[in-house]
């Protein structure tokens, strides 16, 4: 793949990186990568779990340091030895792993490190009054005082880009910005990009979602395995070579290796697996029903705070329900604790990664076997002999790339932390599988491989609850989609019934749908490259 | 530059240096420092110092040990002194019931105080640091009500005094349990499902109860291995002394034992420990007071020192730079 003229390359790079190289301990993450920025571009960086996409920014916004390479910044040579100094010089990033502080409010966060004074001690009326007009700006309603630990994942995201947007930035950095941003808040996203962009910001956008790069992004670059593969636009690229290109693999062996994904439920009549009937708690849950039999892959959708996640909790037990029944196996059981629930036959897949899934200080191995510790244990003491095995028969059939199953997970690439959190909850052998965003921050390739997984745990007798935001996740890999709305089930979708719009109809539910609909479509709008994007760049 | 410079640095030795981890830095102040020692302090390098030195940390050690677990939830157990005391002071007022007796008393005490720790610190959320800062002063303040307004209580019994005094075989009885100790921590901590509860309940607490970790369960269980340990040194102290002195014995070990703990290079925020670690680090103070006191440094200038030692072993160890 070659540069090519049909994006303005011919403009003067603002950030210009060559030959880069990072080495963590032996593995070799990044292996001479050249890379370059203009002005007012949105390029995307793509590339495996493990490629090195966050390590080249991470080196690029001061976060580390390389071990050889070169830099410039405007013509000038550059390293950042903190992201305090890649800040001063316009260098932004918004990690893939949010940095915040939990108990400060929203205008602190955004302010942090630059509070605005008045005889020398903080301005908090300036600071809060500038904080909400930037928010009224980007659109976003949010209120300044709010502890920023009290908001969702979704919305201390925002939080962070605008606190990017805020510093002046001329290159802004996200690592995988919509993992945890609902249809409304991409659209938001969408039009803050594009405002930057017509302003010269330069925009790295690192995504594994196909879909937003190509509404988004004018030029990609991709990485294998810590090398360049190549720089071009993304208009006239097809998806499936950018697919090749990724996996280098030959556009043959990718439509050979295709199986699709679609799980046709054999959905015994039996009784079904789980039965939750009426499941309540406080105000976000206010009576769910919902039934998954063996065999069968079950969609949870709903929009932000609709409930889904609450429900998952509920049935495993980490928020218990307050009223309503379950019954697993045709037996009641009232799980109070994450015990309860595992004891039962359920397990449950985290959305939240870094606060609810790793332990950053154990390794792989032991990250893995956490759950199925009582099962490996002998007169008290853990078999090394029978982990080891566990660990490298899910470390092979999840493709999880470590230097070895005594690395520690916090090194790990965010994909390959998420194999290794849902190989946790395999390796107990549940009767009933919850994920939660089980493909969050997955490449596709691995994206697809989980998915079979899914298929096969489901085929062989397994029943999975899945909540996605993600619609097309949500229509290839159900069975049937039971969707909710203000804590309560408001439709079930039949395995024909299954597409978008109808999820979308019932999300929202009357007359929001108009607006749901609309903010949805940049991102479902396939494989049309952003022709118009291509020439803000210019 | 200096990202060339790293480049230049071979990777292998790098890594070897990374495996043997934080303890590295610890390990290799310990050999300097006894290096130093036997070749500059007359008579440290004799078996009857080293030895010594050995029963002198034999106490600390066992505190320590307790230490590392409760530093390794990511808590702290100030209380230790105060449990050594009433442990102490338990077992010489029942003495005159039998040694079995004594010694179950006095853990049993001690137990009690962990337990409460515990349940205060994972049932009720209270800070670490505040709830064994209560029970270090009340706890010595019982300790003092126990043995009549803290008065020494004598101990006349020689088989007990066996405790502090005795040997088995070559070995010294203390340091016998020291040891003990020391292999019973670091069996639990590689491999038992309860050290690794312990490792994943200090290092991330929410993502440890959905895994199914019994986390309250673990932190009781923390508080309460540490206060037993605490009490076992404190009949140990109580043996050696031939009395139970309540308002001396265990006098500032937290502060040691943290110290030992710290300089080893178990995570202060958890989620990381060693007790081989915390072993190098009980023997580094030791031999610094040891040699200290045989060089005839006045005892405030030992501190300062000892205080630099501890700020460097520890900068040895901070996180690295990627
Ligand atoms: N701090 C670290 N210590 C050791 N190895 C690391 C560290 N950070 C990253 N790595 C390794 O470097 C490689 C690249 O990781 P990186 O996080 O850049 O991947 P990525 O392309 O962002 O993947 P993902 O899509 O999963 O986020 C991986 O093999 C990872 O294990
Ligand atoms: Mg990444």
Known sequence: ?538 | MSETTLAAVPRAGRRRLRLSGPTAGAAIALGVLVGANALLTPNFASAGNLWNVLLQVSTVLLVAVGMTLVISTGGVDLSVGSVMAIAGAVAATTLDRGIPVAIAAGLGAAAVVGLLNGVLIARFRIQPIVVTLATLIGGRGIAQVLSNDGELVPIDNPSFEFLGKGHLGPFPTQVVVAIVAVALGAFLLRATPFGRYVLAAGGNPAAARLAGVPVWRTIITVYVLSALLAGMAGLVEAAKLGASDAAKIGLNVELDAIAAVVVGGTALAGGRATVFGTVIGALIMQVIATSFNMLLVPYAWSLALKAGIILFAVYLQRPRRV
């Open chain 1, 1 to 538: 793949m070659s540069a090519d003229a049909s994006v303005a390359t011919t403009d003067a790079p603002f950030l210009r990186m060559e030959g880069i190289t990072k080495r963590f301990s032996g593995v070799t993450a990044l292996d001479g990568v050249d890379f370059a920025l203009v002005p007012g571009e949105v390029h995307a960086l793509v590339g495996e779990n493990g490629a090195g996409k966050s390590t080249l920014v991470k080196i690029m916004t001061g976060a580390y340091r390389r071990d050889g390479g070169e830099m410039w910044v405007e013509g000038r040579p550059a390293g950042f030895a903190t992201p305090a100094d890649a800040q001063a010089a316009g260098v932004v990033a918004v990690h893939q792993e949010i940095h915040i502080l939990g108990f400060r409010t929203v205008a602190e966060n955004v302010f942090l490190g630059r509070e605005p004074r008045r005889w020398g001690v903080i301005d908090w009326r300036r600071m809060n009054d500038d904080t909400a007009r930037l928010m009224a700006e980007l659109g976003l309603d949010l209120d300044p005082r709010a502890a920023l630990g009290t908001l969702s994942t979704a919305r201390q995201q925002m939080v962070a880009i605008a606190r990017g947007v805020s510093l002046g930035a001329k290159v802004l950095v996200l690592d995988e910005p919509t993992s945890s941003l609902a249809e409304r808040e991409v659209a938001i996203l969408y039009a803050l990009i594009r405002r930057l962009q017509a302003q010269g910001t330069a925009i790295v956008y690192i995504s594994h979602r196909f879909d937003e790069l190509y509404a988004v992004c004018d030029r990609v670059t991709v990485l294998r395995d810590g090398k360049l593969v190549g720089t071009r636009a993304l208009a006239g690229l097809e998806r499936l070579d950018l697919v090749c290109q990724m996996l280098g693999k030959s556009r043959e062996e990718m439509q050979a290796g295709d199986a699709g994904f679609a799980p046709d439920a054999p959905a015994s009549a039996d009784e079904p697996l789980l039965h939750a009937d009426g499941l309540r708690r406080g105000t976000r849950l206010r009576g769910v029903n919902v039934e998954v039999r063996r065999g069968e892959i079950v969609g949870l959708a709903g929009l932000l705070g609709s409930g889904r996640t609450e429900t998952a909790r509920a049935l495993f037990g980490a928020d218990p329900a307050e009223g309503g029944s379950i019954r697993l196996k045709g037996k009641a059981i009232e799980p109070r604790s994450p015990d309860d629930g595992i004891a039962a036959g359920i397990a449950f897949l985290s959305e939240d990664r870094k606060a609810e899934g790793i332990i950053p200080e154990l390794s792989v191995g032991e990250n893995l076997t956490l759950a199925a510790l009582p099962t490996l244990t002998r007169f008290g003491i853990v078999s090394r002999a029978k982990q080891q095995a566990l660990v490298e028969r899910y470390m092979t059939r999840l493709g999880i790339k470590a230097s070895s199953s005594q690395q520690k997970i916090r090194e790990l690439s965010g994909g390959n932390q998420q194999k290794v959190l849902l190989a946790r909850w395999l390796c107990t052998d549940p009767e009933l599988l919850i994920v939660d965003e089980p493909t969050r921050g997955i490449d596709i390739g691995a994206r697809g491989e989980i998915q079979a997984l899914v298929n096969e745990l489901a085929a062989g007798g397994m029943g999975v609850l899945m909540i996605s935001s993600d619609l097309e996740e949500l229509v290839e890999g159900s069975s049937r989609v039971v969707v909710l709305r203000d804590g309560e089930d408001v439709a079930r979708l039949a395995r024909g019934e299954v597409t978008q719009d109808s999820i979308i109809r019932a999300m929202a539910g009357g007359s929001a749908t108009a607006a749901v609909a609309s903010a949805v479509t940049p991102a479902s709008a396939s494989d049309e490259p952003s022709a118009p994007a291509a020439e803000v760049g210019a």
